[in-house]
Structure formats: C-alpha cells, structure tokens
C-alpha cells in the first residue's frame, strides 16, 4: 500500500500532466486525474478539492478566449439549464451511494467517452439545442460526483467542428457554471472538509506549472495528435482503474477483470495503428501532390 506522503506525491505527478493536457487541449485535467486519483483517494474526498481547482482552470480558459464568449453563449445555453438539476441529483448521490459502487460507474461511463475521443468519432448533431438539455442533466450528475464533464461536451463540441476559440469558450462558459453551482451544492451538505482541502497542496502547483507548460508544448506539436495520444493514455487508465473496480466489488475474478483491461489496450492499440497508418499515407499524398507541383511548375 501507497503511504500517504506517497500518495501525495502522486497527485501531483498525476495533476501535472493533466494539467499540461488541459492548457495544451482547454480540457482533460478532471478526466485524466480522477482515473488513477481515485486509487488513492474516494469520490467524496477528491471531488471537493477539484472543484476548487476546476473553478480558477475554466475561469482562466475564458478569460483567454474571450472574444468568442458573445458567439459561444447560444451553444452552452442549453447545456447550462439541464446543469442544475443534474448537479443536485449527483451531488446527493455523491454523499449516500456506495463509494465502490460510485467509483465502478464512473469508469463504466468514462471509457466509452474517451475511447470515442481517441478514435477521433465525429458525426455532427443537427438538433443541437434540443440535445443540449438532457445532455446538461447528463454531464451535471456526471461532474458533481466525479468533476469529470470534459469528455461529452468535448464530444459534442468537437463533433459540430466549431472553431478553436469557440470551442474553448463555450466548454469553459458551461465549466465555470458547474463549477460555480458544484461548490455551493458541495458547501451546503458539508462536502468540503479538511482531508479535502488538504489535497489542494499538491494539486495547486501542478496547475500553476502545467497549464502555461501545454500552452507552450501544442505550439510545437499537432494537436491532433497530441489529442489522441493523451485520449489514448486516458484510456488505459480507466481500463485499469475499471478492473481495480470490478475486483474491489467482487464482479468478476482476477482473469476477467484484467481481461477487460487487456482488451481496452488491444482496441487502443488498434486505434492508434490505424490513426498514424492514416496520417502516414496523408502525408505521403501530400508530399507526392507537391512534388508533382513543383515538377509541372519546372517544366512550365
């Protein structure tokens, strides 16, 4: 068993990378820490401590993308409305489900979120406003038991191709409401206590290193790319920390539990061959097109 300097000490490996992948992305922090957060820490005690974090993140996301606010308002309007009611049906969960059971759902929900992220799914919605209700009932309960959100509205972002700023803007506008309404919920059934609070030692920093680090890092990498391999990491996260699950409530024996793990990898794996065996024939298109280009230019 991990000690509780050590797991400490992992918190911050875990928040500094998540950090990096959120000031590089403009989201993934909870998604990537609450996975493995969660082998040291229960649902009850880490939430509190990320919403805190989660509220200065999203509130300096729209701060630096704030000329697009006014064009990503209409997007996150509906969203914002179904928030409330699922923030306070997740809340009360939070405080009287069974943390095993609790932390077994929320892999069972995250993996299929983040697998599609990593196999770049797209497929634009038409009705975008009628979604975005039950959606925001949805990503509500999800975000005040686990503080996770930025999978299904990346997802649907994503999935309407808007553009960068836009995208930013609106999933940090849908954030700080969630945040916001979260914090207050949490306040009022006591959830922040001082085991809390005292979690925001390590992460604190590691959002103060990590997010000017990935603002710097995408700079210099495709973000596609960079996208799909943190998804991909992600990935295999939730896969283990889903099998510690199943294990923990006796579902299934070792063989089954590591074997549903085994297969997230080996469908991971086969996502990410066919992603840069894609990228791979691309550029060699597109390298072929210019020398082509350049040849009739020379004869011409």
Request: with cysteine.
């Amino acid at each position: 068993m991990v000690g509780a300097e050590g797991a400490l000490l992992a918190l911050f490996g875990v928040a500094l990378f998540a950090a990096t992948v959120n000031g590089a992305l403009g989201y993934g922090f909870s998604s990537l820490t609450v996975p493995l957060a969660l082998l040291f820490f229960p649902n009850r005690v880490l939430s509190p401590a990320l919403v805190l974090v989660e509220l200065a993140i999203n509130s300096w996301l729209v701060v630096m993308n704030r000329q697009s606010l006014a064009a990503a308002r209409g997007r996150a309007m509906p969203i914002i409305i179904g928030l409330i009611p699922g923030i306070l049906i997740g809340s009360y969960l939070l405080t009287s489900a069974n943390p095993g059971v609790l932390k077994f759902w929320t892999y069972v929900v995250l993996l299929p979120l983040i697998l599609s992220q990593a196999a770049g799914y797209r497929r634009p919605i038409h009705s975008e406003r009628a979604v975005g209700v039950p959606l925001g009932v949805g990503v509500g309960v999800l975000y005040s038991t686990t503080t996770i959100s930025g999978p299904p509205l990346a997802m649907l972002f994503n999935n309407q191709g808007i553009e960068k700023n836009e995208f930013r803007a609106a999933l940090g506008t849908v954030r700080i409401v969630e945040t916001t309404v979260t914090a207050v919920v949490y306040c009022f059934l006591g959830l922040f206590t001082s085991r809390s609070i005292h979690l925001l030692m390590p992460i604190a920093p590691a959002v103060l290193l990590g997010l000017p680090l990935g603002t710097y890092v995408i700079r210099h990498l495709p973000s596609e790319t960079f996208r799909r391999v943190c998804m991909s990491f992600d990935a295999w996260i939730v896969g283990f920390g889903l099998a510690r699950a199943i294990l923990d409530l006796r579902l299934l024996g070792s063989l089954g539990a590591y074997g549903i793990w085994g297969a997230v990898i080996l469908f991971d794996l086969y996502l990410l061959y066919r992603y840069f065996l894609t990228g791979g024939v691309h550029a060699r298109i597109e390298s072929l097109s210019l020398l082509n280009a350049q040849t009739t230019s020379a004869k011409s």
